[in-house]
C-alpha cells in the first residue's frame, strides 16, 4: 500500500510551501486545495500547518462506514475538505467530538494523538493518527489576556514557551529584543526569571516597566555587546530586521558563549528571505517553525546552545 506524506499548506502561504518543498526535492505527486501529497516518509515541514504522516488511502461504501473506518484507527480527528464537504461533515458528525476550547498558558498538550482525515473523493478517505501537532490541523488558541499584554505580539511567545519549551523556569536571566511596546518582555516578568532584560529604541509601557525585574536599555539591539551581560538564560528577539542582521546578532551572541537557549521571529518583507532562513538552519541543534501565532515570519530557536 502506498503511503504519503500530507503537508497542509498555511493559508495564503501556499507559495512557500511550494517553494519549499522544492528546495527540499521533495515532489508532489497530488494537491487539492491547500493540501499537497508527496509519495513516501518525510520530514515536517515549516510551512505546513500540518505535517501528517503515513497517511493512507481507504475506500468508504458510506458514510457510517466511514466512520466506523476512522474510529477503529483513532479517537481524534481533524478534518480538512478538499470538496465534497456536506458528506465529509456527516462523517465527522459520526465521529467522537474534539476539544476546541482555547487553552492557558502553560498548558499541559493533549497527550492523545490527533488524526488527520479528508474525504478526496465520494467514497475515498485519506486519514493517519500520526500527525505533527496534538491540535485538529494544528490549529492552537489561547485563552487570551485582554488587559495586560500591550500587544498581540505575546502570543507567538506564549505558544512556543507551552508547546516548545514548556519546562519550569527557576531563575535565570532573560533579555528580549525589540521589545517595545513590551507584549515579550510582560510573558518573560510573568515566567519566573530573576531578571529580564528589554532592549528597543523605542520606550516599552510604563505598566509593564512598573512590574519591576525588568532592565530595560533604550538602545539599538545591535549595539549591544554580549561582554556587558551576565549567563543569558533565554535570548528573545522579536526585532524588525533583515534576517541577516538578526543572524548576525545571534551569532555574536551564540560566539560570546553566554546565552544557553534563543528563541527569534525571522521576519519577511515582501519576499520570503530563503537565503539566510537557511543558514540559520545550519546553526546546529536549532529548529524553526511557523507558530500558529506567526504571519509572514518564523521562529528560529536553539536549546542547549551551551550544553
Ligand atoms: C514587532 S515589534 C516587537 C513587539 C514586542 N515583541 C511585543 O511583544 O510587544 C518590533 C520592535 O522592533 C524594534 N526595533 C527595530 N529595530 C530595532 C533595533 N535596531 N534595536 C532594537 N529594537 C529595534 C521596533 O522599535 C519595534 O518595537
Known amino acids: 500500500m502506498t503511503v504519503y506524506t500530507g503537508y497542509l499548506a498555511i493559508h495564503k502561504f501556499e507559495a512557500?510551501?511550494?517553494?519549499?518543498?522544492?528546495?527540499?526535492?521533495?515532489?508532489?505527486?497530488?494537491?487539492?486545495?491547500?493540501?499537497?501529497?508527496?509519495?513516501?516518509?518525510?520530514?515536517?515541514?515549516?510551512?505546513?500547518?500540518?505535517?501528517?504522516?503515513?497517511?493512507?488511502?481507504?475506500?468508504?461504501?458510506?458514510?457510517?462506514?466511514?466512520?466506523?473506518?476512522l474510529k477503529a484507527l483513532g479517537r481524534n480527528w481533524g478534518l480538512f475538505t478538499v470538496g465534497h464537504h456536506r458528506r465529509a461533515q456527516l462523517i465527522q458528525d459520526e465521529l467522537p467530538k474534539?476539544?476546541?476550547?482555547?487553552?492557558?498558558?502553560?498548558?499541559?498538550?493533549?497527550?492523545?494523538?490527533?488524526?488527520f482525515w479528508t474525504l478526496w473523493g465520494p467514497d475515498q478517505m485519506l486519514a493517519t493518527q500520526k500527525t505533527s501537532s496534538p491540535f485538529a490541523l494544528g490549529e492552537m488558541d489561547f485563552q487570551e489576556d485582554k488587559e495586560m499584554p500591550p500587544s498581540r505580539a505575546y502570543l507567538k511567545l506564549w505558544e512556543f514557551f507551552t508547546v516548545y519549551a514548556p519546562e519550569a523556569i527557576h531563575g535565570g536571566v532573560s533579555i528580549d529584543v525589540g521589545s517595545c511596546p513590551g507584549g515579550w518582555?510582560?510573558?518573560?516578568?510573568?515566567?519566573?526569571?530573576?531578571k529580564v532584560y528589554s532592549v528597543d529604541k523605542a520606550p516599552i509601557e510604563k505598566r509593564i516597566m512598573d512590574l519591576g525585574r525588568i532592565d530595560f536599555r533604550q538602545e539599538s539591539a545591535f549595539g549591544l555587546d554580549p561582554k556587558n551581560f551576565e549567563e543569558i538564560d533565554w535570548f528573545c528577539s522579536d526585532i524588525i530586521?533583515?534576517?541577516?542582521?538578526?543572524?548576525?546578532?545571534?551569532?555574536?551572541?551564540r560566539e560570546a558563549g553566554k546565552v544557553k537557549n534563543?528563541?527569534?521571529?525571522?521576519?519577511?518583507?515582501?519576499?520570503?528571505?530563503?537565503?539566510?532562513?537557511?543558514?540559520?538552519?545550519?546553526?546546529?541543534?536549532?529548529?524553526?517553525?511557523?507558530?500558529?501565532?506567526n504571519k509572514h515570519e518564523v521562529t528560529w530557536f536553539l536549546k542547549g546552545a551551551n550544553s
Open 16 to 69: 512557500e510551501l511550494e517553494r519549499e518543498l522544492e528546495i527540499r526535492g521533495l515532489k508532489v505527486a497530488m494537491k487539492k486545495d491547500r493540501l499537497y501529497l508527496v509519495e513516501g516518509n518525510h520530514p515536517q515541514l515549516i510551512w505546513a500547518q500540518m505535517t501528517a504522516f503515513d497517511l493512507e488511502f481507504i475506500n468508504i461504501t458510506s458514510i457510517n462506514d466511514g466512520a466506523k473506518k
Open 98 to 115: 474534539i476539544n476546541k476550547k482555547p487553552i492557558p498558558f502553560r498548558h499541559a498538550l493533549p497527550s492523545m494523538p490527533m488524526g
Open 185 to 194: 518582555t510582560w510573558v518573560l516578568r510573568t515566567l519566573e526569571f530573576d
Open 241 to 253: 530586521c533583515y534576517p541577516e542582521r538578526l543572524l548576525n546578532l545571534v551569532n555574536r551572541f
Open 262 to 293: 534563543f528563541v527569534c521571529t525571522i521576519k519577511y518583507q515582501a519576499e520570503t528571505d530563503w537565503e539566510n532562513t537557511l543558514k540559520f538552519l545550519e546553526i546546529p541543534g536549532s529548529r524553526i517553525v511557523h507558530l500558529h501565532h
